[in-house]
């Protein structure tokens, strides 16, 4: 999980929160949920986030005063996803530090879309920051979300993107399975490898169609899975 792009969602209605949240796993991003001011301030204090979703009418401690927060004490981008549709609240929400405002009910795929678009604004202002992998003769761009073998880009699924950004992005880490399908799958492990053992083979299937000379996942054996050095 540390791996991840780590998004907090902010808001009080379960069904939204959830909603949010899988359109944040499926952009292949992690995402923690909160359901109350009160409860994302402790988030916030005790965790670092690359990005806040944040409603603006909370239980305790409200949005407006989050944001006020976060705005004095960090620089992570937040977007507005909120029922308020008054201009004047738009304005002083960007005002006051928000990077986004989206007004409720909200398309699935803009909220995506804008999700991904906060996220390279950030990306392109951290001069230290290092958004492209490279391992062998295989380059994932993890602001494209592609992945290259010897410039041929490999046609992966979502799934099989997220284990080798997992794997590429922590190359002397081994992962265990449980590691790797609450990481992903952003679900509890049960001990059910077979979904893992499927992913993982087509993944080097098609790294071994691209590269037949190189070896890029390893296995070690009673442990998991990490970058072949």
């Known amino acids: 999980m540390d791996d991840l792009i780590k998004i907090l969602v902010i808001e009080d209605d379960s069904d939204i929160n959830r909603l949010l949240c899988n359109i944040i796993n499926k952009n292949g991003y992690s995402s923690k949920a909160a359901y109350s001011g009160s409860e994302a301030a402790i988030y916030l204090e005790n965790q670092k986030w ?6 603006l009418m909370l239980p305790g401690l ?3 005063q989050i ?3 976060l705005n004095q004490a960090s620089h992570v981008p937040v977007i507005i996803i909120s029922a308020k549709q008054e201009m ?3 304005v002083d929400s960007l005002r006051t530090g928000a ?5 409720k009910p909200f398309d699935v795929e803009e909220v995506s879309a804008r999700i991904d678009s906060c996220l390279r604004r950030y990306r392109r202002k951290d001069a230290h920051g290092s958004h492209q992998f490279r391992h062998k003769n295989l380059v994932l761009d993890a602001d494209l979300k592609t992945a290259t073998v010897n410039g041929n880009e490999l046609k992966l699924t979502v799934r099989e993107y997220e284990i080798l950004l997992l794997l590429i992005s922590s190359p002397k880490k081994v992962f265990t399975k449980a590691n790797l399908f609450e990481s992903v799958w952003n679900e509890n492990f049960y ?3 077979n979904t893992i053992n499927v992913h993982m083979s087509n993944l080097r299937s ?5 590269d037949p000379e190189e070896e890029y996942i390893e296995t070690v054996w009673g442990m998991g899975y990490k970058l072949k050095s």
Do not use: A, P, V
């Not at 990077?99 to 007004?103: A, G, L, R, S």
């Open 50 to 55: 690359d990005m806040i979703l944040l409603d």
């Open 99 to 103: 990077d986004d405002y989206i007004t």
């Open 67 to 69: 944001l006020l927060n």
């Open 191 to 193: 001990g059910d490898d």
């Open 62 to 64: 409200s949005g407006e």
């Open 88 to 90: 004047q609240t738009k």
């Open 206 to 210: 098609k790294l071994l169609k691209s």
